[in-house]
């Protein structure tokens, strides 16, 4: 691959998932007024589409205030950190099968590597200076607090979303992403999700709070009067952490689709392109039912759900399958 295929593509994967970000607060907030009975942006543009516009422009222009006595340096780096990683993160991720343009073959994917998870998850981990370092930079007690916050909660899935994914891990025997999707090339019952559910289900949970989505939206909990570890921000390095928070849903769709669903294997007569981005699409729509669906839970709670729940239960999967594999 030369380094100006990886450059167009890397160019691409920012372009393509910065305007689906921009995209998905408006279908979070238009499925959560469907689901709740309330009208949703509906005013600028037919069906309220130009609000993404009014949105970004609105970011664009707004006043960078940035606080009295605040760490200036850190202050900037920290929204920055948040959005870099969510896209390093897409890396390794194969978003659709090879196809030909134009007499070449084009490989969706910036880094095929073999350890792909590995990576993903890495990097991930790296994400949560973001709301570390916004909230200890931004001379707030309250900003503070959300980014205590932020850390436990973050720190405490990333246990669980590691320790989900190694019994796939053991099954397939290989890291890589495209290994995953090759796996289950033999159908619909090849697919991990009917080998491993509690797997899926424990991923899908430390996927939810890693990307800060109600009920585990304690790094900025909306009803409160502050919002945590962004409280002090506002313009643009307020809308580049929400960039990163749905790249994030997206690259976490991505890696559920790939896994446990078959990736972009032909799903009968649907093409496998199609076929993944329609579990992508089902994914983010879930993203929004659950939203819509489950009250906020306390911090004590979240604790106690992950610590005593869910990583007994990880580890109890992995002794099992590795009995199995034995």
């Known amino acids: 691959m030369s380094f100006l295929e990886i450059i167009i593509k890397i160019l691409i994967i920012v372009l393509v998932f910065s305007a689906l970000a921009g995209f998905g607060t408006y279908l979070d907030r238009k499925f959560l007024g469907l689901i709740q009975k309330r009208l949703g942006p509906q005013y600028v543009g037919p069906w309220g589409l130009l609000q993404i516009l009014a949105d970004g422009i609105k970011l664009f222009l707004k006043e960078d205030i940035i606080p009295q006595n605040a760490n200036k340096i850190i202050y900037i780096l920290a929204p920055i950190v948040a959005v870099a990683t969510a896209f390093i993160a897409m890396a390794p991720v194969p978003f659709l099968p090879e196809f ?22 890495s990097v991930g981990a790296i994400g949560m200076y973001g709301p570390l370092l916004a909230g200890m930079s931004s001379n707030n007690k309250y900003s503070l607090i959300g980014a205590a916050r932020a850390i436990s909660q ?29 796996y289950q ?14 797997a899926f289900v424990l991923f899908l ?23 945590g570890y962004i409280t002090e921000y506002s313009g643009l390095k307020w809308g580049m952490f929400f960039i990163g928070e749905y790249a994030n849903m997206f690259t976490l769709s991505f890696i559920m689709s790939l896994v446990f669903f078959g990736g972009f294997n032909d799903l009968g007569f649907i093409p496998g392109g199609i076929a993944i981005i329609l579990k992508v ?28 729940v869910l990583m007994p239960l990880a580890i109890t999967n992995i002794l099992v399958t590795g009995f199995i594999l034995i």
């Open 154 to 182: 973050l720190l405490s899935f990333e246990v669980v979303s590691g320790l989900s994914i190694l019994a796939p891990i053991m099954i397939v025997g290989s890291l890589s992403l495209i290994d995953m999707n090759n």
């Open 281 to 308: 699409a089902f994914f983010i729509f879930l993203f929004v039912w659950v939203r819509a669906t489950l009250p906020h839970i306390r911090p004590d709670q979240l604790m106690n759900l992950c610590w005593k």
């Open 100 to 121: 030909k343009l134009f007499g070449e073959t084009i490989r969706p994917i910036v880094a095929d590597i073999n350890v792909a998870l590995l990576f993903v998850l």
């Open 205 to 227: 949970i430390a996927g939810y709070a890693e990307t800060n989505r109600t009920p585990f939206d304690l790094l900025e909990h909306e009803a409160e009067i502050v919002s």
């Open 185 to 198: 090339n033999n159908g619909i019952f090849s697919w991990l999700i009917f080998s491993q559910p509690l």
